[in-house]
């Protein structure tokens, strides 16, 4: 069974981006600070044709793009067991010069790119659910879940935290073509880090104030806070470094389960 390993590459310098694989959020710069970084998306991909979504804009300090602004997004594959020295190119996404046109230069500028992936797993889950609706049936239960989520994490319950996102944590893994156990093993760990830190603070909020979000073109659903991100939140007094806990779910047997 070919077993190939999908990733985003993204190298940017003085521009802020967001980053979408078929309409699900992946990554979020705001600031324009430099980024290199390789990240996994086969949870993210279905067999066939996919999409990668970028919107860039100037560095906040920048107000435009200036001369060393840089962007590259490229997604590479490879055979989960060969080496990443054997990665090949296999779409990137494509901008107008937005340095040198004067009209482009304080713009926010969008891309969509096509891509072929193919997979041995089964659809994803995620892919699977009905188009939901944000009626109250669908916000209760997303509230709900956040409300269990966010004791989970006061309370400082591993455990707890680990079941409700054990089909997350398998989806993950199957992509990544990643023992289950292993990658819980790993979940874990990082846990007992962040809560032993004493200078971690889970921010609280008003998990009523809040209104979900659909994505995956309707199959998925999350919360934001006023500040486009997730409101599970540490926030670090030391570093004052906020780290999120996203989440994102889907309808499976008939009730909305944790699935990215």
């Not at 070919?2 to 981006?17: D, E, G, K, W």
């Amino acid at each position: 069974m070919n077993q190939t390993h999908y990733t985003l590459q993204i190298n940017t310098v003085s521009a802020c981006f967001e980053i979408k694989v078929n309409d699900i959020p992946l990554l979020t710069e705001e600031t324009g600070k430099p980024n290199a970084v390789e990240l996994p998306i086969n949870h993210l991909l279905l067999k066939g044709l996919n999409l990668l979504q970028v919107s860039i804009s100037p560095a906040k300090h920048e107000n435009e793009f200036v001369d060393h602004s840089k962007t590259s997004f490229e997604i590479y594959y490879r055979d989960i067991n060969d080496p990443r020295e054997s990665r090949k190119l296999l779409a990137s996404a494509e901008f107008p010069d937005y340095i040198n046109d004067e009209k482009l230069k304080k713009s926010v500028i969008s891309s969509k790119t096509e891509f072929q992936a193919s997979l041995a797993l089964d659809p994803p889950a995620w892919s699977m659910s009905p188009v939901l609706k944000l009626n109250e049936q669908t916000v209760n239960e997303t509230i709900g879940i956040y409300k269990e989520y966010f004791n989970a994490l006061k309370s400082k319950n591993i455990e707890a935290v680990l079941k409700l996102t054990n089909f997350k944590n398998k989806v993950y893994a199957d992509a990544c073509y990643q023992g289950l156990n292993t990658h819980v093993n790993d979940m874990r760990e990082s846990l007992k880090e962040e809560f032993a830190d004493p200078n971690n603070e889970l921010i609280d909020f008003d998990i009523q104030a809040k209104k979900p979000e659909l994505h995956a073109f309707g199959k998925l659903v999350s919360m934001i806070n006023d500040e486009n991100r997730s409101p599970l939140q540490f926030y670090n007094s030391e570093t004052g470094i906020t780290t999120e806990y996203k989440i994102y779910l889907c309808r499976k047997d008939n009730k909305l389960t944790i699935v990215l």
